[in-house]
């Protein structure tokens, strides 16, 4: 259990994407309610449930377990809601810090964000340049808000 | 992960109870989706998530894991849907057969639902005299229905 301080960028440029390693997650939802959505994460061979609280400015409650990589891939091929979201991320070094860019596929395609993970929510952090607007508060962009509202029906 | 296969029976008469030991058991859901219940329990000291696939005839598609007791008193307190479900849980032998008694308390207090697990749909079994009719597929009795409906407002 703990509290996650985060904050979401979108990026504009493609100047992180030298030499930065990819991991293809597959990840859906048991519940997308905002007070407490329940994901199934699958990162290459490894598997995570996560259950998230509601997000109080860039901090909410988030609980994490590892689960069976088999128990997930029926979770996501049987139970989760459609569509499932699938993404590479990618981990950047930058500035003491490490960035996971998101880059969205399928009903996502087009939709780039850089995440960062910080101790608490003032910490004063060195912004890459290839990140444009925050959108740490922006609920189009939860992950759990990308399935029903996929970036490929934005207009 | 496995495939659960439970008959449930509600409870006509006190023979049962002679013995039995109970155990307190406080449980929420992060989702009441049938195709998709997640169930946070704590049981004594020891505390699960638990998430159920749709009902298919008596068995369904179950994923147990153990969670830390301290996560799941919090999951309760703060993410859980309202009301939560407080029940004393029996275990009674019968026939070579441990049955589960649920003697439910709260908005539920009346309720006394009697469980037993099988290792496939059409195995046989000897009925306790202190069963009455079989709920199995009675959706009213799903735990996670006697939330938003609980017993006391059924007339």
């Given at each position: 259990?703990?509290?996650?301080?985060?904050?979401?960028?979108?990026?504009?440029?493609?100047?992180?994407?030298a030499?930065?390693?990819?991991?293809?997650?597959?990840?859906?939802?048991?519940?997308?309610?905002?007070?407490?959505?329940?994901?199934?994460?699958?990162?290459?061979?490894?598997?995570?449930?996560?259950?998230?609280?509601?997000?109080?400015?860039?901090?909410?409650?988030?609980?994490?377990?590892?689960?069976?990589?088999?128990?997930?891939?029926?979770l996501?091929?049987?139970?989760?809601?459609?569509?499932?979201?699938?993404?590479?991320?990618?981990?950047?070094?930058?500035?003491?810090?490490?960035?996971?860019?998101?880059?969205?596929?399928?009903?996502?395609?087009?939709?780039?964000?850089?995440?960062?993970?910080?101790?608490?929510?003032?910490?004063?952090?060195?912004?890459?340049?290839?990140v444009?607007?925050?959108?740490?508060?922006?609920?189009?962009?939860?992950?759990?808000?990308?399935?029903?509202?996929?970036y490929?029906?934005?207009?």
């Amino acid at each position: 259990m703990g509290i996650e301080v985060e904050r979401k960028f979108l990026v504009v440029t493609e100047q992180w994407r030298a030499g930065a390693e990819r991991t293809l997650f597959r990840q859906g939802y048991l519940s997308t309610d905002r007070e407490r959505t329940v994901r199934v994460r699958l990162a290459g061979d490894a598997a995570w449930l996560t259950i998230k609280g509601v997000t109080e400015g860039v901090s909410r409650r988030e609980f994490e377990y590892a689960v069976p990589p088999a128990d997930a891939e029926i979770l996501l091929d049987e139970l989760c809601l459609r569509p499932l979201i699938e993404k590479y991320r990618y981990r950047v070094q930058h500035a003491g810090l490490t960035w996971e860019v998101d880059e969205f596929l399928g009903d996502n395609a087009g939709l780039i964000i850089a995440e960062v993970e910080l101790d608490h929510p003032d910490q004063a952090i060195e912004l890459p340049s290839w990140v444009g607007k925050e959108v740490s508060d922006d609920a189009r962009y939860f992950n759990a808000n990308l399935i029903a509202h996929p970036y490929c029906r934005w207009r």
